[in-house]
């Protein structure tokens, strides 16, 4: 059985940091890509970052040079670095499993909500 657990959400500043935490089970973690989504009111489900089982990493335009996407395959954790968050960042943000950056599997954990507001 296949479990995602997202952590690390909260209530931030405008400029403050996050990060996001995702622990996996029941796969074979070093050979998966990951991801980040999120999903802000109202709008639809959005891709934020991916790193393939070779550490190959994408980035949505919007969060490029702000936000980090890493792995650790010992834990089976893959994690989000935010920074310089903006209001616009807030969303509820789950972790996916793919078989690749485009090949997504519909596997989701409970999510994690990030809220930027003064």
């Known amino acids: 059985q296949v479990q995602l657990v997202e952590s690390g959400g909260g209530l931030v500043q405008p400029g403050g940091s996050l990060r996001l935490s995702c622990a996996a089970s029941?796969?074979?973690?070093?050979?998966?890509?990951m991801g980040w989504f999120r999903q802000a009111p109202g709008k639809q489900r959005e891709l934020v970052a991916s790193?393939?089982?070779?550490?190959?990493?994408n980035y949505v335009d919007s969060v490029k040079g702000r936000f980090t996407i890493s792995r650790d395959n010992f834990k089976n954790t893959v994690y989000l670095q935010m920074n310089s968050l903006k209001p616009e960042d807030t969303a509820v943000y789950y972790c996916?499993?793919?078989?690749?950056?485009?090949?997504?599997?519909?596997?989701w954990g409970q999510g994690t909500q990030v809220t930027v507001s003064s």
């Open positions: 996916r499993v793919g078989l690749s950056s485009t090949a997504w599997l519909d596997w």
């Open positions: 790193i393939s089982s070779g550490g190959s990493t």
């Open positions: 029941g796969i074979i973690f070093s050979t998966a890509t």
